[in-house]
């Protein structure tokens, strides 16, 4: 069945680029996502990629995918401390793409 | 927009009782979807509606759990009778039409049973 992996931890310093990555398991999948989840709160859509694209930059945020592999990796340029949140990877999957299979999400952990 | 609308909030609620969540999804989109997230399980889909119509109801978990959307800017999950290992964050999301946009997800009820 549809699966999505990723690691449950990331600890970084204030600064440095956090890249959190994932692996998926529907290769027909037609968009993959990065959602962020803030205490007390829902996800909230960071950015997404088209499955024929090979990477989408969006300010500190950069998307890679591999779809050989069916690695998703999001790496955040300059991490802060507002960036500490839980990030699920998400692939859209079944007919019309809009059913969507979530990770268990990475936990990240920004030291000042 | 006001973004999707979730109540309550909070629920505590007695073993037995009846509990029922509410929805709101923004004006305009045809998707709503109800998910259950707790750390053993993460974020389980329950239900999905495409223009009020339920889809997939694949992963209600038991009889005791059903999902309503008897209009457009309206949905209701209601568990009955409720236990414990019912407690949980549930949260509802919207989509429009179009694919890739992805879901806008409400805040979510945090659900105990005691």
């Known amino acids: 069945g549809e699966d999505v992996e990723q690691s449950l931890f990331l600890s970084v310093r204030e600064g440095d680029s956090s890249v959190i990555n994932c692996t998926y398991t529907?290769?027909?999948?037609?968009?993959l996502y990065w959602y962020k989840q803030e205490p007390g709160a829902g996800l909230q859509l960071l950015t997404y990629?088209?499955?024929?694209?090979d990477m989408k930059q969006d300010q500190r945020l950069t998307v890679l995918l591999n779809k050989k592999d069916k690695h998703l990796s999001l790496r955040i340029a300059d991490t802060q401390t507002g960036d500490s949140a839980i990030y699920f990877c998400?692939?859209?999957?079944?007919?019309?793409?809009?059913?969507?299979?979530f990770g268990a999400g990475t936990r990240l952990f920004v030291k000042a | 927009d006001a973004g999707v609308i979730q109540s309550p909030r909070h629920e505590v609620t007695e073993m037995g009782q009846e509990v029922t969540l509410r929805c709101k999804p923004i004006?305009?989109?045809?998707?709503l979807f109800w998910y259950r997230q707790t750390m053993m399980r993460g974020l389980e889909l329950l239900i999905y509606?495409?223009?009020?119509?339920?889809?997939?109801d694949s992963g209600m978990p038991e009889d005791r759990f059903s999902a309503k959307m008897p209009n457009a800017s309206f949905s209701t999950l209601k568990i009955q009778p409720s236990e414990p290992r019912d407690s949980a964050v549930y949260f509802c999301?919207?989509?429009?039409?179009?694919?890739?946009?992805?879901?806008?997800f409400g805040s979510g009820t945090r659900l105990t049973i005691v």
């Open positions: 999301a919207s989509s429009p039409r179009r694919t890739g946009l992805g879901y806008t």
């Open positions: 509606f495409n223009n009020n119509v339920p889809i997939d």
């Open positions: 990629i088209f499955s024929n694209m």
């Open positions: 004006s305009g989109h045809d998707y």
């Open positions: 529907d290769s027909s999948s037609t968009y």
């Open positions: 998400a692939e859209s999957i079944g007919t019309g793409g809009f059913k969507t299979i």
